[in-house]
């Protein structure tokens, strides 16, 4: 059973640093996408950043410059470091994972794989003005 664990919110000064860890429990094979989402109260869950397997990144336009999300593959962990904070950014923080399994196939030549997609628990971020 795979399981993702955050760690590294908490409470933080404008203009200061956190870094948030999520780490994967349980065996994959391939690591398809991982990123960060947030969601503030009373507002929908938003994306935060996301990184390929491959290292292509996406940032939400309110981070770039800030935050730098990066996977760790020996350790199957994903990273978000989060400098100059601002209030704006204090929210739960959850991280997501896409796998993917290895390739089966068939005797009659036919292959396929599968996809898994897991969210961590949150951890909460508050930015203090």
């Known amino acids: 059973q795979v399981q993702l664990v955050e760690s590294g919110g908490g409470l933080v000064q404008a203009g200061g640093s956190l870094r948030l860890s999520c780490a994967t429990s349980g065996s994959i094979f391939s690591i398809k996408a991982m990123g960060w989402y947030r969601q503030a109260p009373g507002k929908q869950r938003e994306l935060v950043a996301v990184?390929?397997?491959?290292?292509?990144?996406n940032y939400a336009d309110g981070v770039k410059g800030r935050f730098t999300i990066s996977i760790d593959h020996a350790k199957n962990t994903v990273y978000l470091q989060m400098n100059r904070l601002k209030p704006e950014d204090t929210a739960v923080y959850y991280c997501n994972a896409q796998f993917t399994s290895a390739r089966s196939q068939d005797g009659g030549g036919r292959s396929w794989y599968y996809e898994y997609d897991y969210w961590g628990q949150g951890t909460q971020v508050t930015v203090s003005s």
């Open positions: 990184s390929s397997g491959g290292g292509r990144t």
